[in-house]
């Protein structure tokens, strides 16, 4: 079945550094990739997205593009900030508009000042 | 436009007992899906219902099962609790209509078992 691995955390950084998260993924056909990200104490919200292979999802300076030929989804900022700090979940739905989410195990990010 | 809303907000059962759980969709959403988080863990997918019908299902036991109401409300039930039941349970939305449609979460219910 599809599943979804992300890198293992926690990852702990300063703040105004790089990050990047890693996600990669199995399915058959062509799922759409999410992520979400969860603060302490709420639900998910969606942070992006992208449904086709070489889609760029963008927000809040967070980017990750769908890479087909290897499979990931990985998510990158340029400079992190403490707000930033959260639990970041990769998402696949798949192609047959089930709208069924599977996610990644979870990466918790802490940025220090 | 009020969001995913879930009740309540936290639980306290013993093994054994039933629960009930609900959630109202984000206005506009016909689709309601359930997750339950476990501590530290990705969410898991329950269940998914759309025109009051059970269309697709996880890897949950029958002791998990749901209702949609003719409003689009949900509830999720769960009997004969068991300690591996406490869980944060994430209820979702989208519209069905449109393809890939992103969904929305709730803030979860907080079920603790003991």
Known sequence: GDSVTQMEGPVTLSEEAFLTINCTYT????????WYVQYPGEGLQLLLKATKADDKGSN????????????SFHLEKGSVQ??????????????????????GQGTRLTINP | DAGVTQSPTHLIKTRGQQVTLRCSPKSGHDTVS???????????FIFQYYEEEERQRGNFPDRFSGHQFPNYSSELN???LLLGD?????????????????????????????
């Open chain 1, 27 to 34: 399915a058959t056909g062509y799922p759409s990739l999410f």
């Open chain 2, 86 to 114: 406490s869980a944060l349970y994430l209820c979702a939305s989208s519209f069905r209509g449109r393809w890939q449609e992103t969904q929305y979460f709730g803030p979860g219910t907080r079920l603790l078992v003991l």
């Open chain 1, 60 to 71: 809040k300076g967070f980017e990750a593009t769908y890479r087909k030929e290897t499979t």
């Open chain 2, 78 to 80: 769960v009997n004969a």
């Open chain 1, 82 to 103: 403490v707000s930033d700090s959260a639990v970041y979940f990769c998402a696949l739905s798949d192609d047959q508009g089930a709208q069924k989410l599977v996610f």
């Open chain 2, 34 to 44: 359930w997750y339950q988080q476990a501590l530290g863990q990705g969410p898991q």
